[in-house]
């Protein structure tokens, strides 16, 4: 007997906004929920994190929610706050999971390093660890994985390149 796995590809929509330091990639799912935000010169990485979070993934040219492209447009005008209204959600490993949302509440304006972060989640030997999960954070800017900083001070690995890091921190008012 021939088994044929039933099992369809994930299905996403995928838009493009324009920011100040490039085209950002949107992914959503059919409810209109922010999966992946990634830059247009780093599609290839973004589409391999999609893939190894969800497995087969077929992405689909569609329009992100109004609302979401406004609320990140006021953000790079400007309105820090406005990052906190867009909805969200992630697959990934469950301690991945937690390292992201714990990245989310990284206030703006403010940096944290690895073992900070690690000692946050009361996983203080987790260093490492919590550094592959920010590096296969799916969502940036909005899980904002560049608001993590070597232990001594330094801008250290970010996913969109060390320029686009140290924009998003002197966008925040973080010296850098």
């Known amino acids: 007997m021939n088994a044929r796995s039933t099992h369809r590809p994930e299905s996403f929509g995928l838009d493009r906004l324009k920011t100040p330091i490039g085209i950002a990639l949107l992914v959503t799912d059919a409810e209109g929920v922010l999966r992946a935000l990634d830059w247009e010169d780093y599609e290839h990485r973004m589409r391999e994190l999609l893939r190894l979070h969800y497995g087969a993934v077929e992405l689909r040219n569609q329009p992100a929610p109004a609302s979401m492209k ?94 686009r890091k140290r924009w998003l921190l002197r966008h925040e008012g973080v010296e850098v």
């Open 70 to 163: 406004a609320a990140l447009s006021g953000y790079f005008d400007g309105d820090l706050a406005q990052l906190a209204t867009v909805a969200w959600r992630v697959a990934g490993t469950p301690f991945q999971r937690k390292v992201w949302t714990a990245l989310a509440t990284i206030p703006v304006g403010t940096t944290l390093n690895y073992g900070a972060l690690a000692a946050k989640l009361d996983m203080p030997k987790a260093v490492r660890a919590v550094g592959h999960a920010n590096g296969s954070n799916p969502i940036s800017v909005v899980l904002p994985c560049h608001r993590l900083i070597g232990a001594d001070g330094s801008l250290v690995k970010y996913g969109g390149g060390l320029e």
